[in-house]
């Protein structure tokens, strides 16, 4: 087979539907329609990327079939193939007085080192780790309007910089034991959008970190004592079991966020919610889901050994 396939739209489209059916969403079902695509040509060898620099004239026959499946993306999807690595990893900083939206890295291994210069300086280290400028990634930053930042803005930005990389690696450690982390997680980014919106809403931002805390805490409970979630209500309650059922030590300074994210129901819909009680819970779920992540994860695989 040398010549492009007269029905290969037909036959790119027919994968596309059944990545959709599959619930395999836009920005990765490029790669997977490769494959499909591959399958169906009897085309094991179909480079899975397009090439960065093609010629039609000298490109091999798979190269080409590629080519044709990234172009028809390209033309249907258009800006929805594009991969936001921070779309569940946002968070809500109080600085200079307004509300910012902070988006977290997908991969960091470096130093962070907050800076007032733009443009970015991230990654500018030439002979040292990479470095990130948390200050550079508030959406809509200015260089004007850093220019204003306090040192306690700065402080405060690092802050929730680290509070938010701390919960992302709690929810990774986490996540595949039970799908409670996984609504927890989509319970933080609904938190941090109330908050971050052009209309924002702090009653639903409070009511969905109260969501976050107690999700994870029953997470938690389920996948350290391997027994279903405990039908408890309240953060309170939620802590008491870890701390006795569970065996889990070391959290005793946690229990003061407690209160900081309270469960209000008629937040959702009437009761008044101020901004900087809406701010706290977001603040002190985040700590204390990051914090919990990782002595809950040392009374995991400790419950592991005992069991064992």
Known sequence: MSDLPENLNSIIETADRELQADDVPPHAR?????????????????????????????????????????????????????????????????ADGDIWEGNLPIIFGGLVAPSRSLPDTSGKSQNGPEIYNPCAHLTGITQARLDRFTNDDINEVVELYNLGLNARDAFKRFMKFNPLFVRAEADWAAATLHLTAQRPDYGQSLYSSYQVAEKFMKGLYAVVTDKKA??????????????????????????????????????????????????????????????????????????RKTTA
């Open 30 to 94: 490029q790669i997977h329609a490769v494959m499909k695509v591959a399958k169906a040509l009897d085309l094991p060898g179909l480079p899975l990327f397009p090439l960065n620099e093609h010629d039609p004239e000298k490109d091999s026959f798979p190269d080409l079939i590629t080519q044709r499946i990234s172009s028809w993306y390209q033309e249907f999807y258009g800006d929805r193939l594009k991969l936001d690595p921070s779309a569940n990893a946002r968070v809500a900083i109080i």
């Open 230 to 303: 405990p039908y408890v209500h309240g953060l309170d309650g939620l802590f008491k079991k870890l701390r006795t059922d569970c065996g889990i030590v070391g959290i005793d300074n946690l229990e003061p966020l407690l209160p900081k994210i309270p469960y209000r129901s008629s937040a959702r819909y009437d009761e008044p919610i101020d901004r900087s009680v809406a701010y706290d819970a977001h603040k002190s779920s985040l700590k204390l889901v990051g914090q919990l992540g990782t002595v809950g994860y040392s009374g995991y695989h400790q419950s």
